[in-house]
């Protein structure tokens, strides 16, 4: 019984929810479907209904996306990402009729689409089915014509750290389908406009001043621009009030803070001090003045500062946060600790001081505990992008490669400008076999920052090399070898490179400096059978059969099955009957065979190597 009340109470929730968005409500109807997903996360029918509360259309992808994903049979999420362009036209999934003339009363969700709602006691089956289906049908055209189309727009804020507690996100959906991501959740649920650096992320003001009565209208209007990321509008609305109220040091405060979110140090700083003239014992202006300065210089010692913020209001956990991300830079993990679990005090719940915690301990070297901390902050709050991005590092450092490409994926799709991330995420295409995906991210990698990525050269050229794609392996090789003329992987690749081109004195080259850097059985094993392929290429026969039999003289884990056939194979062909026993000195009279250059015998499995995140 106490089941039924509970899903009746839900519907209830849910119709509400939907009267809301009829009225115009979008703040009501987020905060009942956000409670809704609260207690039932893997409805998809409250994520697209959740899809028309929201502002931005990168959180109405987002929306549409977790409904799809749920329900991959959803026509009415395919049909909004295909209109919001991320997703691919599908010529099966029927388009929204653009010629009628009332949205709201046409019938576009198909039936398996319609809300699954119990039959309530107040009221009939049949006026049940009929209110939620005519309801949900003009909710799916509402979101796309009264919303995603007029509303689309490019502008992205500049990506900051708001001042207050950071917010959290309580339903979280497992991203990466592992057991390992952590549940236990903390704090209200967050508004999804958080989850974008390019869209505001909203958190509590530092103070609230009652605002006088001649200014309280002109303050409603800054609020809205504020909420909006709008900080044009928020500054010159805020400065309107400055006349009115030019005692009132939170004013300077926040335009301060405004500049500082559109990059303008220099009028930031000018901002906190105007306010602290008028309160030197406000705290949040030294911490936006520490802020400041370390956007324009990162070197700048803001230890003054934080201690000047904290002295004013120990209890600012915002302030104890950010010294700890100052100390992190320092490479000060200990005192970096101890200001986060006094900020985890003050700030209960906030995925950011566990971010910040994960990145000190990562610092440390303690990449258990970094990696703990990361997933907690995941599951706080799944819409803070740089949790993703730490979350990759940390599961290539583990050769988790599958986690780290969910990760790096849904990073990249919002951080487009990201090149780092677009490195990464071909590093991990690399990992997992998919070549042409890895040469295909790293070009983008490299169109973004040509020369500040020279670590992952590596990563595109032996993907060329497995692709067999000569010259584009040989030029990224070059580049691999000048960044790191010690790594074994990149002589043996860059061999292999020259191989593919028939290169073979090249190959036999750099083969010859791979195995005096080669230390493990794996790695002596390669290098003999890329030596001995190299020096048939040559035609130095002699050497090609040493090389085959001292390959086979290494113990069988060594190498894989396939190599230790092709050079039994190999020895049959190229020792005739009459000549030396295998394993013995080659004869000189042996007749050099003929190379046939696309041999039929298998290629060598490669085997992976633990690679740290460069």
Known sequence: MTGELKEQNSDTIFQDAVDALRRGDKPRAKELLTLLLKSDQN??????????????????????????????????AKRGLILLGALAPDESIQPFPMNRPRAWEEKLLLANEKPKVRVSLFRTPAFRLVGVTLLGLGLCAYVVFGFILPRQSNFQPTQTNTPGPSPTFTATPTLFGATAIPTRVFGGPTPLSAYLPQTYTPTPLYVNTPRSAVSIDQYRIAQD???KGDWDAFILNMQLILPLEPESADIYYY?????????????????YNEALKIDPNFSAPYLGLARARLLSNPNFNAESLFADAIKRDPFYGEAYLERARFYTRRGDVDDAITDLQKAQELLPGSSEVYLALANAYLLDDDFEKALIYAEEAYALDITNLSTYKLLSDLYIQD?????????????????????????????????????QM???????????????????????????VELGNGNEAIDDMTIAVDEDDQSFEARLGYARAYYIDEKFGS?????????????????????????????????????????????????????????????????DVLIPPTA????????????????????????????????PTP
Not at 263 to 270: D, K, T
Not at 526 to 540: F, N, P, V
């Open 43 to 76: 409805n998809a029918v409250y994520w697209i209904w959740l899809s028309a509360s929201v502002d931005s259309p990168k959180e109405r992808i987002y929306c549409l996306q977790t409904a799809l994903k749920l329900d991959p049979e959803n026509s009415t």
């Open 255 to 271: 335009i301060g803070e405004a500049y500082r979110f559109k990059g303008e140090s220099a009028n930031a700083i000018r901002n």
């Open 507 to 571: 190959a036999f080259l750099q083969v010859e400096i791979a195995q005096n850097l080669a230390k493990t059985d794996r790695e002596k094993a390669l290098a003999l059978y890329w030596r001995a392929k190299s020096q048939e290429g040559r035609g130095d026969i002699g050497d090609a059969i040493k090389s085959w039999n001292d390959l086979l003289k290494l113990n069988r884990n060594a190498m894989t099955p396939e190599m230790r056939e092709e050079a039994e194979a190999r020895l």
């Open 399 to 435: 050769e988790d490669y599958p986690r780290a490409l969910d990760a790096l994926q849904l990073y990249t799709n919002y951080e487009v400008e990201d090149a780092s991330g677009f490195a990464k995420l071909g590093l991990v295409y690399y990992q997992l076999g998919e070549y």
């Open 580 to 611: 030396t026993p295998r394993g013995g000195a080659s004869s000189p009279t042996v007749t050099p065979v003929t190379r046939t250059p696309t041999s039929s015998t298998p290629t060598p499995t490669r085997t992976r190597t633990p690679t």
């Open 438 to 464: 890895a040469v295909t991210v790293l070009d983008r990698a490299f169109d973004l920052n040509p020369r500040g990525l020279r670590d992952y050269y590596i990563y595109r050229g032996l993907s060329h």
């Open 225 to 227: 621009a504020y909420k």
